[in-house]
């Protein structure tokens, strides 16, 4: 590489009291584009910060950082003249497009902003260039959208906002951190290839931090490999996805890859990299469907039937009659939400659910933001009434006004929520935590931490995790207090609401695999509630999915998956980065 | 526009219901107006005499749409105690009591926004914790207790400043000036000091946003982001407790009054109170309700003049 784009030096990232990037060295070329691969606290979002000049006051950079046509180090320039390469000569698109912008200002405005600021255009002219902006993203009627203001519009509508801003003065370098991670799959979808369309179209080198490996294999040509604040490996897309070298990036492909499993139908961990064939050679087994080996139970693949839409037809794990441990039959719920003193508007959250699951079934509900999931959970335990429709769970049809029905109820259905760092109470100990559902069931002290005790091994924490706060746990550890919660009433049912969506990918594996191992252990009816069709493949044996308030589709996970009746759903499961798609595109 | 309507409708019947209360109230109070305007040796005669040319022996749902009507016209009646009309001197001291409170607003914010600002960018600094210790130290310190040291400072001691009376403007601004500025400065001092914290902790809350980082990414300082991005931001939360406080500096202005001896509202009151004239203790009451719930009104349009995200929602 003669000259390079982007050339960065030995540098390092420091606080008060640790370093957090270690020395650091790469280049990037004019037009290539470089991916940043690493989980969170790896450095990566770190480094592009400082690449920018962006780092808190309260870090310090140090090394060097040269941009071709620029004199000097970067790092050492004052605050002024760096503020002046920003958005002129390199862009940067953050991760949270709902905050990053200013709701305050039209977003006209603040495309045309950074053209007056750089002096690339001024008055009308910049106004002008920002429609032509707003229509080069691809928004709908640029003019109308110019306009809005930041609420008025989506996640997806809002980053391609931010990327007209990025891309407005036609930057040598764009920096993406995370653009799409907070995004629905179909319109992360879309933002990739209008990120790959532009990046394309301008020539600008890219530098694209994710810690989604599926995605930097579709958008980059070179990948680095971040942890715990160094690049352990850096090498072409091939060459990291299919002959990684370090042990790291082994163990972070094998445990990324869902459709990978052990001889027990575990996914791959860290720890069990080692035994991982690679992305290209799982490629061809996975068009053997994985999720058969693990439902024991489940039919031969069965002859795929063709189904159609309008009627869900009766699929042979769901629809056992008897033996159906939940029964959603006609659900609707409809918001009605108070818009001004006399007007209203009301919202259909559910159309009409049909839902069964027998037990012992794994059923996997999937769908984008807005779909119902959510709504479909609260009702499904009780936490909403229905406008119509009713549920039955076992032998208690679910009533919120009936509190007895409910607390039987409730000893059967336990939920793990997504967020496993709101959803602990930090005041409270471990072992409190985990006895609390059975202190509603009037279970003495005694019982409830013997219980604590037994349920805190099966999640495969330490004992003396009992009486440690929720603060001093990782994200996937608290993942496991929740599941330990959610277990300790012995219940035929577990429902998880995207129990995994806010770990990491290796954490991440672990955690699935010890649902999986718990499921098989105490024989638990699973409901899965998840954005991420990989995940839901993986775990269960049936799927529904969703979309604005009705079920579109719904049948065998492996069925629904490879042979997709409702054009939704086949846009859902296109959508879907995976590694294999990828690479092989 | 029909947010603004279902706004100005809502003030509306807020405004009739507070009419409501505070008639009801006065009529709850023990003690008859008539026999009070009568005078302690009054005959029973004199009473019944009295309360017929004030009209109190009709039914009170005529005497309250009487005084109802009376104020929609700018009428508050005629004081059963002195016979005078009320209404010239519920309109003299109101302007008293509201170039007091609101000019001790405009300079509460003059002192609170630089000083917030200034603050919020210097913390960890030494600088900054000094200013973020002097608004403790004001916010402890009460209005009237002010009002004095500055006296004591500025008139006993300096003599700069008159330490009581008012001058209306019209003859002499600067003895209108002169009159007006401790008064208003013991209201806005403490005021000021309250304001600042809160101004100090929304600017630090807006340092936070991404909408910033987005602006520095854009090619801004980070002052240019604060100054252009940031402040309209941070003014939101400020304007809702500015709201809220001008409530407390009516009353405060009360007391106020009392010690720089101005005939504004609260003196009035004080004085209406003390002479058991229950028709102008309800007037005045009902003007101070009227005002509170009027900035109220003023704030919340101001809210949405600030933020499209309310003007959309409403």
Redo the contacts between chains.
Sequence with gaps: MTDPLLAVRDLTISSASQTLVHPLNFAIAPGERVGLIGESGSGKSLTSSAV?G?LPSELTAQGEVALAGESGNLLTQS??SF??????RM??V?Q?PM???????RVGDQVA??MR??RTASGDAASKRAIELLDQVHLPDPSAAAKA?P??LSGGQRQRI?LA??LANSPDLLICDEPTTALDVTVQSAVLDLIDEQVTARGTGLLFITHDLAVVARVCERVMVMNAGRVVETGTVDEIFTAPQHEYTRGLLAASDLTATDSRGRLFTIATADQYAGADQQATAAEVPVTSEQTHESAPAAAPEPTTASAPEPEPATASGAADLIEMTGVVKTFTRR????RSHRVEALKGIDLSVRAGGRMGIVGESGSGKSTLLSILSGLEVPTAGAVRVGDVVVDPDDQSGLTAMRRDLQIVFQDPYASLDPRMSVAEIIGEPLRSMQVGRDERLGRAEEMVEAVGLDLDALTRFPHQFSGGQRQRISIARALVTRPRILVADEPVSALDVSVRAQVLNLLADLVDDYSLTLVFVSHDLGVVRHLCSDVAVMRSGEIVEQGRTDQVYDEPAHAYTRALVAASPTIHAALSA | M??LA?RL??FVLTVWAASVAVFALMQILPGNAAQVAAGMSATAEDVARIEQEFGLDRPLIVQYGDWLTGMLQGDFGISYVTGAPITPLVFNSIQVTLILVLSAMVLALLIAVPLGTIAALLRGRSLGAVLSGLSQVGVAVPNFLAGILLVMVFSLGLGWFPSSGWQAPIFGIGGFLSHLILPVASLALVQGAILTRYVRSAVLEIMR???L??????????ASALAV?GL??AAIPVVTVAGVQLATLLIGAVVIEQVFVLPGMGSELVRAVENRDLLTVQAIVMVLVFLVLALNLIIDLLYTL????VR???
Aim: glycine content about 4%.
């Design positions: 920018m962006l605050e002024k503020a002046r390469l920003r958005g002129s862009s940067m953050f949270e905050s990053a912008l200013n709701p305050l200002m902003e950074v600021l750089h203001y609420h008025q931010m801003i990025a818009a001004g003193l006399f | 029909r947010a279902s409708l809502q946003e991404d909408y980082r987005t602006a520095r990414a854009k090619g801004r300082t980070s991005h309209r931001n600030l933020d499209p995200r959309n929602a409403a």
